[in-house]
């Protein structure tokens, strides 16, 4: 996604606020918690990824994903709704609707029924996270599978923290620049400078969410407010 190595922008970052390269390696460390913290506070389509094939046995009720789970090495932000279930022949396809897992709904609650005869094509699913692994979730579907089926998922991760010479995921190379200018402010006390920087920071990131998650077809469910196309033109 960038265009630079970590390495080298958090460098023109420390070079941009006059502060000696000696303190590279705090100002990594806070760029780091920066970026994982961008990437927590907004879905952003370039950390959208999809799983296709994921195997769901007969016999199964549940699936875990995320943090090494699932083949999925990264830490999962989100599974987006639906996940969509089909077998091998591509005869059998729905949609898995995603309810929240303090729903009151008891049928849709697979630990409430017996699973000797609670089985079928799944059609619901409660997603949990683990209760010690961030980033690791739990899919509970509504039915024991009544034979294999194949899954297709819709998620969004947070990447891993970037070593030096990788290249970010982030599509804006002047705002890490900027959060590394920032950091190294802040590293070093320079609190007034520090502020006056922290607001073009937060400015560029605003804009970032409209330059690059505006791209046609990205946002279109975002704008689907379910009025009737009858009524409303």
Known sequence: MASKTFTVMVSQGL?????????LAAVKEMVKDWLRST??????????????AIALGSGVSYLEFGMGSGSITEEIQRIND???IYDSEYRTRENIRITTDWSNDLD??????DPTSNTGLPTKARVVPDATLRGKWKVVFNYVADRAYLLKM????????PAD???PIYPNDATIVQAANCAALKHM???????EDLKIL????????VKYCEAPGINDMIGNFGLDSRTFK
């Open 108 to 113: 849709s609650d697979s630990d409430l029924i």
């Open 154 to 161: 819709s998620y969004h991760v947070i990447p891993n923290a």
């Open 39 to 52: 990437y927590a506070g907004f879905l952003w389509p370039f950390l959208r990824r999809e799983k296709l």
């Open 189 to 195: 006390k320079r609190m007034d400078e520090y502020r």
């Open 165 to 167: 010479g990788d290249y």
């Open 15 to 23: 070079t941009e606020a006059g502060v000696a390269s000696s303190q």
């Open 82 to 84: 639906p996940i969509k």
């Open 202 to 209: 937060v400015s560029k990131v605003r804009e970032d969410r």
